[in-house]
């Protein structure tokens, strides 16, 4: 009998061992299980605000920043002395920009006298606000964005189809001077469809140092610049109806499609858009830039609205972000 009872007490045994082991895999599946914060989750009402002015520029590229067309400014961005906002922005957040002039077509170049707008958008205003919040944790990063607009593509999702969805783009960088300084404007060029010079090849964005004298760098110096993390990180968020559709794109010698890594929600009321556009702060893509808590980078944003599509939007300065970094824009860990 008492073999019978040990026998049976190491079967005991065995089974509570078993049953222990099950319990310690689900606790650490359990643990395992992403604990980050969905941008549902986040209250808004905590986290700073801060209001970015856009502006309409026109037919302004990094090429017109440097000419004579530019007048005195010229020479400031050509030896990159001084950034945009050195120049631009005064007290109290002032903007020394006629944007009103430039989208109904009053506005002229310095030397040329021709317009910077050559196809004014009748009675449509040359600055819109936009409201910019960011959170994170851990893992993700959240950019929640706010701007009065049109709701063309709300009433009427077709506008898809050309291309012409109200949205929000941001071009954002954390190795790249330049980019500090002048912002999206060094990837924004007269050779592009729309611009002055367009000769029909349809280019579409690209950074000025992806080129030189002879014209494309060498695909190994592409891919140092790449691999280095000097491109930039293009983020949009647009409304097909009440969906709002996010897509993921890097900016190096071309505008160029990247693995989607973003998820964006958003609203239409009252006039006003509201959108939050979430990615992890690392997701290990190539395309994608790296951000880390205790540091900084530099967003610029686009605003396209009411069916106007590819140069015609609206444009900011270059702004700073901060992850537990001072910043222009300060973020709210959670």
Same mark, same amino acid.
């Given at each position: 009998?008492?073999?019978?009872?040990?026998?049976?007490?190491?079967?005991?045994?065995?089974?509570?061992?078993?049953?222990?082991?099950? +319990?310690?895999?689900?606790?650490?599946?359990?643990?395992?299980?992403?604990?980050? +914060?969905?941008?549902?989750?986040?209250?808004?009402?905590? @986290?700073?605000?801060?209001?970015?002015?856009?502006? !309409?520029?026109?037919?302004?590229?990094?090429?017109?920043?440097?000419?004579?067309?530019?007048?005195?400014?010229?020479?400031?961005?050509?030896?990159?002395?001084?950034?945009?906002? /050195?120049?631009?922005?005064?007290?109290?957040?002032?903007?020394?920009?006629?944007?009103?002039?430039?989208?109904?077509?009053?506005?002229?170049?310095?030397?040329?006298?021709?317009?910077?707008?050559?196809?004014?958008?009748?009675?449509?205003?040359?600055?819109?606000?936009?409201?910019?919040? @960011?959170? !994170?944790?851990?893992?993700?990063?959240?950019?929640?964005?706010?701007?009065?607009?049109?709701?063309?593509? @709300?009433?009427?999702?077709?506008?898809?189809?050309?291309?012409?969805? /109200?949205?929000?783009?941001?071009?954002?960088?954390?190795?790249?001077?330049?980019?500090?300084? !002048?912002?999206?404007?060094?990837?924004?060029?007269?050779? *592009?469809?729309?611009?002055?010079?367009?000769?029909?090849?349809?280019?579409?964005? !690209?950074?000025?140092?992806?080129?030189?004298?002879?014209?494309? *760098?060498?695909?190994?110096?592409?891919?140092?610049?790449?691999?280095?993390?000097?491109?930039?990180?293009?983020?949009?968020?647009?409304?097909?109806?009440?969906?709002?559709?996010?897509?993921?794109?890097?900016?190096?010698?071309?505008?160029?499609?990247?693995?989607?890594? +973003?998820?964006?929600?958003?609203?239409?009321?009252?006039?006003?858009?509201?959108?939050?556009?979430?990615?992890?702060?690392?997701?290990?893509?190539?395309?994608?830039?790296?951000?880390? /808590?205790?540091?900084?980078?530099?967003?610029?944003?686009?605003?396209?609205?009411?069916?106007?599509?590819?140069?015609?939007?609206?444009?900011?300065?270059?702004?700073?972000?901060?992850?537990?970094?001072?910043?222009?824009?300060?973020?709210?860990?959670?």
């Amino acid at each position: 009998m008492k073999t019978t009872v040990v026998n049976i007490n190491r079967l005991t045994l065995a089974a509570a061992m078993a049953e222990m082991g099950y +319990l310690l895999v689900a606790l650490v599946c359990i643990l395992c299980i992403s604990t980050a +914060l969905s941008a549902a989750e986040i209250d808004w009402t905590k @986290v700073e605000t801060k209001t970015i002015k856009t502006f !309409y520029p026109g037919v302004a590229s990094w090429d017109f920043m440097r000419e004579q067309d530019h007048g005195t400014g010229a020479a400031p961005v050509k030896t990159m002395k001084k950034g945009c906002v /050195d120049c631009h922005v005064g007290e109290n957040d002032a903007y020394d920009i006629k944007a009103d002039e430039i989208i109904s077509g009053a506005h002229q170049m310095s030397k040329s006298k021709t317009p910077l707008e050559p196809e004014p958008i009748a009675g449509a205003k040359g600055f819109i606000e936009v409201k910019a919040q @960011v959170a !994170y944790d851990a893992e993700q990063i959240h950019i929640r964005f706010q701007w009065a607009g049109s709701g063309a593509s @709300v009433a009427d999702p077709a506008l898809a189809a050309n291309e012409q969805i /109200d949205r929000i783009s941001v071009q954002f960088a954390n190795k790249i001077q330049s980019f500090n300084n !002048y912002g999206c404007y060094i990837t924004c060029h007269n050779d *592009q469809e729309g611009m002055p010079d367009d000769r029909g090849g349809k280019t579409k964005l !690209y950074t000025y140092y992806s080129r030189g004298k002879d014209g494309l *760098q060498a695909k190994d110096k592409l891919d140092g610049y790449k691999a280095n993390g000097q491109f930039i990180d293009l983020w949009e968020a647009g409304f097909v109806g009440k969906e709002v559709k996010a897509e993921d794109m890097y900016i190096l010698e071309d505008r160029i499609e990247d693995n989607n890594d +973003l998820t964006a929600t958003g609203s239409f009321e009252n006039g006003v858009y509201t959108v939050v556009i979430s990615r992890k702060l690392a997701s290990g893509d190539a395309g994608d830039i790296a951000l880390a /808590d205790g540091a900084a980078f530099t967003i610029g944003i686009a605003i396209h609205d009411n069916k106007n599509s590819g140069r015609k939007h609206y444009t900011s300065f270059p702004h700073a972000v901060g992850l537990g970094a001072a910043a222009e824009i300060n973020a709210q860990k959670f």
